[in-house]
């Protein structure tokens, strides 16, 4: 089925007339009125990452976007898809949002609003110190893990009070010059590698 629905999605660059839509500084995401399983996507980043799940979910389609001019626009045409429901999940530089997607035999829905939306980690390193923050957390634990060049595991830990979490890590005197941190929060893990040196 995955096939059939990659085959079945028509992917069109620029959009038109908006219906309902769902909006915020980085995402939006509407159907076009009157014009079946169209759904719209747009977003203000140059680079996106955008995935189409079923709720046991397994990715029936996903795809990397760039974009020029620092806009993405796309149009996903869910015909082929069966009545049920769907998520949308949009990622660009800073966040993921996702957004249920309903469909019915001619029609289809997108929520209002993101129904959930998790701020990626902010990883820094200047001066042989590296820096993890975490903004919005929510009330969800957070585990932190650092690694060496080797895969040495330096540290870890789970945070469970707090939703802005800020964590600081010397490494001047570790003899590696590549870092890599690992942080699970919101059924999601981030990992990122910085450089001190």
Known sequence: MKNVVKFGLALAVFLTAFGVRANDADFSVSVR???????????NNTKAHVSITGK??????????????GKINRTYDLNAFPAGS????????????????????????????AIAEVLKPVVTAKDGIVTVNIKEAAKTPVEIKLYDENNAELYSETVTKGSNITKRFDTKNIKADKFTVVAKYNDKMFVETVTTK
């Open 33 to 43: 009125s009157g014009l079946g399983k169209l759904i719209n996507f747009s977003i």
């Open 56 to 69: 046991d979910g397994e990715v029936l389609f996903e795809e990397n976007i760039k974009a020029k001019d």
């Open 86 to 113: 769907y998520f949308l999940e949009a990622e660009n530089g800073a966040k993921i949002a996702r957004y249920e997607i309903k469909i019915d035999e001619k029609t289809a829905s997108v929520s209002e609003k």
